[in-house]
């Protein structure tokens, strides 16, 4: 069965510090990865997505960039945070041509 | 553009209610058409989702949602609340976007139950 795995649960940074959020995924090849991004009292926003190795999108001009160095490894990255960068980063995966998606248990970052 | 709209942002009912979650959505097509829950301290698990076949879409946890085109709304609704329905929940549309299906989530709403 597949499983979808992110760390850590939960981080507290200094502004102006780097970031590195990893996820990976098992039982499955060639997934579709996503990184949301859910702020205090707003909904999920997409930031990056994913359909292969080293193929990236971005949703959103931001602080932040996302890489895929292998096919079911998805890192989210900053090289300096800032305040604004604070909220809940969740990992996702789907199939190619379908949409239901899974997500890891999430990442509650503080800038502070 | 696609878009999605839930109208309360915090909901609150007494154990065993009903509960009532209001969404509307903005879609040039036939959308499909989700609800998902995340409880404290968990990732988002899929309620349901409506996909043009039955308007009315049973989900998880004697959770399910109506379909109304003319509307355009996909309220979730549930006869009954319980303790452990508490969460929050995401009304969202998917979108067919450049090879990929985008999901576009609503603000979210804060279901709180009372004893």
């Not at chain 1, 300096?80 to 997500?103: I, R, V």
């Not at chain 2, 969404?23 to 349901?48: D, E, R």
């Amino acid at each position: 069965s597949q499983t979808i795995h992110q760390w850590p649960a939960t981080l507290v940074q200094p502004v102006g510090s780097p970031l590195s959020l990893e996820c990976t995924v098992e039982g499955t090849s060639n997934p579709n990865l996503y990184w949301y991004r859910q702020a205090a009292g707003r909904g999920l926003q997409l930031l990056f997505y994913s359909i292969g190795i080293d193929q990236i999108s971005s949703e959103v001009p931001q602080n932040l960039s996302a890489s895929r160095p292998q096919d079911r490894q998805f890192i989210l990255s900053s090289k300096k945070l800032l305040l604004s960068d604070s909220g809940f980063y969740l990992c996702a995966w789907n199939l190619q041509g379908t949409e239901k998606l899974f997500f890891g248990s999430g990442t509650q970052l503080s800038v502070l | 553009a696609q878009s999605v709209t839930q109208l309360d942002s915090h909901v609150s009912v007494s154990e065993g209610t009903p509960v009532l979650l209001r969404c509307n959505y903005s879609s040039s097509y036939s959308p499909s058409l989700f609800w998902y829950v995340q409880h404290p301290n968990k990732g988002l698990q899929l309620l349901l989702k409506y996909t043009s076949a039955a308007t009315l879409v049973k989900g998880i946890n004697g959770f399910e949602a109506e379909f109304k085109k003319s509307e355009t709304s996909f309220h979730l609704t549930k006869p009954s609340a319980h303790m452990s329905d508490a969460a929050e929940y995401f009304c969202v549309v998917s979108v067919r976007s450049g090879g990929y299906n985008k999901l576009i989530f609503g603000a979210g709403t804060r279901l709180a139950v009372h004893p």
